[in-house]
């Protein structure tokens, strides 16, 4: 009886371990065709945008985008308001639908048909258990045609920029754009207030959360005209892409309506293709033996901080 105690015993262990084989068999083959899934079929694509700002002016909204990877990009998807999904004032809706994977994400266009005034915080995209975070901060606006009722946005990086003011500083509000090999950002500026970084001999780093836009070579700069201070001279911008590159763009001039051109607002394009400023902009202001004042921006005032309203 003992012996065939043991027996048993063994051929039960047996079996468990060929159970065992067969599920960690079976694990494998279920990974593998997840692999197989992404690499070559179909994939859920779970859209997210969120609204901070809403008011519908006419029809029902009409709403489409388009996701672009490294493989391909999904075609146009449409949504209809109030069939499809609601739009509500700070609040969020969620398009799901199955493509072809993709790859990495590249950009993300989005609209909507022009019947309503919304503005957009941000855009969630997730696929496989990855998320992609796309930073809007942009309004589409009904009022508008072309561009004002569709955007291009792109992932979610990390920048560092730092404002070298010369020898006048201002109070008014600043805003910026950086153009890249792959395309614009959103238009960004400082959150308000209670004084201004843009001080006389001083240099602002300010983080930012933008769409990944490519290696840099344009940024557009300008104020509002407000406050107290408004004739700023302007050294020069450092960009940093964290992780990657850093870029200078040199300006050497007044964003003034009294003192250089006239002008409030500035094309920079990076050190390397900047041309020779010889004497033609007032350039008095920091040298390496001025004392320099620093001041670092926290980063949590920064995250999704911007305007959709002002530009120039």
């Known amino acids: 009886r003992d012996q065939q105690r043991s027996s048993s015993f063994k051929d039960q262990s047996g079996d468990q371990k060929i159970r065992d084989q067969q599920k960690s068999s079976s694990f494998v083959r279920t990974s593998d065709d997840n692999m197989d899934q992404r690499q070559s079929g179909e994939v859920e694509y779970s859209v997210t945008v969120h609204v901070n700002e809403f008011s519908n002016v006419g029809t029902p909204l009409g709403f489409y985008y ?17 069939e499809d999904f609601d739009v509500e004032p700070n609040s969020s809706f969620n398009f799901k639908k199955p493509l072809s994977y993709l790859g990495k994400l590249q950009k993300l266009v989005i609209g909507h048909d022009g019947n309503s005034n919304m503005f957009i915080g941000k855009i969630e995209v997730m696929h496989n258990k990855e998320k992609v975070e796309f930073i809007c901060m942009h309004s589409l606006l009904a009022d508008k045609v072309g561009s004002e009722s569709e955007i291009t946005v792109y992932p979610e990086a990390q ?3 730092s404002f070298h003011t010369g020898h006048t500083g201002t109070d008014a509000r600043v805003y910026a754009r ?5 395309g614009q950002s959103v238009q960004f500026d400082l959150p308000n207030v209670d004084f201004s970084p843009f001080l006389p001999n001083s240099v602002a780093t300010i983080p930012k959360q933008l769409g990944d836009v490519g290696p840099l070579y344009k940024m557009d700069i300008w104020h509002d005209n407000s406050g107290d201070n408004l ?21 050497n001039d007044w964003l003034s309506e009294k003192h250089g051109d006239g002008k ?9 293709e900047s041309p020779s400023q010889n004497g033609n902009y007032e350039t008095e202001g920091l ?10 921006w926290p980063m949590e ?7 959709g309203s002002l530009g120039y």
Request: net charge negative; charged share 30%; hydrophobic share 30%.
């Open 287 to 296: 040298t390496d033996d001025d004392d320099t004042d620093t001041f670092d």
């Open 178 to 182: 950086l153009y890249g090999n792959h």
């Open 231 to 251: 004739d700023w001279f302007l050294e020069k911008v450092v960009v940093t892409r964290v992780g990657k590159d850093t870029v200078e763009f040199v300006c």
């Open 301 to 307: 005032n920064q995250r999704m901080s911007g305007t």
């Open 159 to 161: 920048f560092e920029i």
């Open 264 to 272: 409030i607002s500035k094309t920079l394009l990076v050190k390397s």
């Open 66 to 82: 388009t996701l672009y990877g490294e493989k391909g990009n999904s075609g146009l998807k449409k949504w209809q308001a109030g």
